[in-house]
């Protein structure tokens, strides 16, 4: 293996005479003009770095969790040879832990005149905008004893998206949706406010809709069937405050809450609503409003990528401000944030009327499963003590959500793997019962 700059150097002079050495390296290359001559023709056969020319391609977008690939082109337009090692540098959250150094770092070689594409393969661990910084190459010389060193800026930025991992669940909610609908054999009868139809009686229906009238124009009794209401709106809110921060497993609230928005948004579009998105803390941090059925998803999935949570206080003034000038009509507001006492109490509390008087209101949140783990536990005294402060914490949650159903608020209080089937629900369940 050939050995390179001041490495070559100090094994050249284990061949000069004892007394000859001089420790700087002016000297080493006046004693030895053989390698003096060598080491300046190599450097000038190394090619340079500052001419050449990098273009990148590629992915510029990716869903947490899985990969994406930039593919940089390293043009060659000098007449020397390039021989060089290049590291391509992203933020540390763009590739798994322990990975960053290898998948930065490549070798390549690029005769003059030509071109040579490499890959970089990104593994990102966090949602948002993962930005490329500088690539630095050290083009080296035939003999590999000096190297020329520079850095280019090539920018690219890939969008980390969303998992939407309750994707999972949405067959079994749009078949529970085609069913509210009438499109199968399974119709739900009397449900919904809006007409569908007339049909003959059978035993069982509510007599509430038999349509007297037409009734009479005919031989047999006829009731009316209804379908669910279709073009209603929904205004998603997601509290980006600091109780969104709180992790919950591996993931902040805040991504739990994202996940279930999605899921609901994907549904009621398949619906026919309407789906708006606002998240708040202190000032509006996203606002999606009037997309059609086919963009609302795609554009929901935009403004999730760069959220994050804020650490501060929500003003829930200002939330509901913001909420009411968002919708002048009635609607569906969700507002997916914490079940905490004092936020709860002494901010959305005051401020519910304002809501609950124009719109329908649900509030879901998300609960740790650990603290119903700790509650179970027993066999210690440090079990007990744990048990007893995790049923006092899950006593304070549920008068904290009874408090808001006297206000007329449906609640879905759910942990992070079951709070965005468990949201769907809900949202069936109010269309069914016509309260949209």
């Known amino acids: 293996m050939a050995l390179t700059g001041r490495a070559a150097l100090l094994a050249a002079l284990g061949s000069l005479p004892v007394g000859i050495w001089d420790p700087s390296w002016t000297g080493i290359l006046a004693v030895n003009a053989p390698l003096a001559a060598a080491c300046a023709c190599d450097f000038a056969l190394a090619a340079p770095v500052r ?51 290898p998948a930065s770092r490549h070798q390549l070689t690029v005769p003059a005149g030509e071109r040579r594409r490499l890959t970089t393969h990104l593994h990102p661990t966090r949602r948002g905008d993962r930005q490329a910084d500088r690539v630095t190459i050290r083009s080296y010389g035939p003999l590999g004893l000096f190297s ?27 078949a529970r949706l085609r069913e509210l609908d009438g499109r199968t054999s399974a119709l739900t009868r009397g449900e919904g406010t809006e007409f569908d139809s007339l049909r003959e009686y059978v035993p069982g ?32 809110v997601l509290d980006t405050g600091r109780t969104s921060a709180g992790r919950v497993g591996d993931a902040p609230r805040l991504d739990a809450s994202m996940d279930a928005a999605l899921l609901l948004a994907a549904l009621a579009s398949r619906a026919g609503d309407r789906v708006d998105l606002l998240a708040y803390d202190r000032r ?22 760069g959220l994050e949570p804020e650490l501060v206080e929500t003003d829930a ?22 079940l905490d006492a004092a936020p709860v109490e002494e901010g959305l509390l005051p401020v ?18 650990h603290i119903a783990r700790m509650a179970a536990s027993r066999g210690t005294i440090d079990a007990v003590y744990e048990a007893s402060a995790a049923a006092q914490a899950q006593t304070e949650r549920q008068r904290t959500a009874e408090q808001l159903r006297r206000h007329g608020v449906t609640v879905v209080d759910a942990t992070p793997d079951e709070l965005a089937p468990a949201l769907a629900d809900a949202y069936l369940a109010l269309k069914a019962a016509g309260r949209l």
């Open 205 to 236: 229906d509510d007599t509430r809709s038999i349509d007297w009238r037409a009734t009479a124009r005919q031989s047999t009794v006829a009731v009316r069937t209804w379908r669910p209401e279709r073009d209603r709106h929904i205004l998603l």
């Open 51 to 101: 001419r050449l020319r990098l273009t990148r391609s590629g992915d510029t977008s990716v869903r947490l969790g899985d990969n994406a690939n930039v593919t940089l082109t390293i043009a060659n337009p000098s007449r020397r040879r390039l021989r060089a090692r290049l590291r391509d540098a992203w933020p540390p959250s763009s590739w798994q832990p322990g990975t960053e150094i």
């Open 148 to 174: 020329r060193q520079g850095t280019h800026k090539v920018p690219w930025t890939v969008r980390v998206l969303p998992p939407f991992t309750s994707r999972k669940h949405l067959p079994s909610k749009l």
């Open 352 to 369: 519910l009327p304002q809501l609950t008087q124009r719109h329908t209101v649900l509030v879901a949140s998300v609960a740790d499963p």
């Open 317 to 338: 003034h200002g939330l509901t401000a913001t909420a009411l000038r968002t919708t002048p009509r009635r609607s569906l507001i969700i507002l997916l944030t914490a």
């Open 284 to 305: 509006v941090r996203a606002l999606v409003q009037g997309r059609t059925a086919r963009d609302v998803l795609p554009s929901l999935v935009t403004a999730m990528a």
